[in-house]
């Protein structure tokens, strides 16, 4: 089943405790994205990589980083948390590096900070 | 820059009755256009898009769409809304040209409720 997923679903942590959530692919895309959403702000773009050791910053990319050694697999990395990056965090990933092609959403992982 | 309105933040409907969720975009061409859905606890799951072409996009769910250039609006339409629609709507816009191709732009979304 082709599908984006992530890890873990649900996590709290407290600040400046470093953690990595997980974004994983099995469609072989080129392009993956990760989002955060916040109550009334909708979907923002933290990070996107067009292909593999090619990544860049999106809307919202301070206090985030990300890796993309292997196509199929885009983690963020939070180096130090804070309060601020409580949030929803969605990975996507698609075919092509254009825009025609479908996005795929993962379901998903909540994170609070305390 | 590319931006999404949705001015609605929130949407109550009764069961049957038709809908039509609002979007306006901004950019200097013809973008590429979307709609996507949340359920609650959910990932987002497209419904429909438009890239070029017939203006009226029919998706899944019997859900459509229409682009209208002059009006800059891609507004989300369904004719008899059932229950298991209730879920959050979210309009999105992507540049076909540039160095953000095809990074999505997303509209703050239109939560919408069902009555029975």
């Known amino acids: 089943e082709a599908q984006v997923t992530q890890n873990p679903r649900y996590l709290i942590t407290v600040t400046g405790k470093k953690l990595t959530v997980t974004c994983s692919q099995n469609m072989n895309h080129e392009y993956m994205s990760w989002y955060r959403q916040d109550p009334g702000l909708g979907l923002r773009q933290i990070y996107y990589s067009m292909n593999v050791e090619v990544t860049d910053k999106g809307d919202v990319p301070e206090g985030y980083k990300v890796s993309r050694k292997e196509k199929r697999n885009f983690p963020l990395i939070l180096e130090s948390p804070s309060p601020n990056q409580t949030s929803l965090y969605f990975c996507a990933s698609r075919a092509g590096t254009g825009g025609t092609d479908t996005q795929y959403f993962g379901p998903g992982t909540r994170l609070t900070v305390l | 820059a590319q931006s999404v309105t949705q001015p609605d933040i929130h949407i109550t409907v009764s069961e049957g009755a038709s809908l039509e969720l609002r979007c306006n975009y901004s950019?200097?061409?013809?973008?590429?256009l979307f709609w996507y859905v949340q359920s609650p606890g959910q990932g987002l799951q497209l419904l429909l898009k438009y890239f070029s072409g017939d203006t009226l996009v029919q998706g899944i769910k019997g859900f459509e769409s229409e682009f209208k250039r002059c009006q800059t609006s891609f507004n989300l339409r369904k004719p008899s809304v059932h229950w298991s629609d209730a879920a959050e709507y979210f309009c999105?816009?992507?540049?076909?040209?540039?160095?953000?191709?095809?990074?999505?732009?997303f509209g703050k979304g239109t939560k919408l409720s069902v009555k029975p």
């Open positions: 950019y200097g061409a013809t973008p590429y």
């Open positions: 999105a816009v992507g540049a076909p040209l540039g160095g953000s191709q095809g990074n999505l732009i």
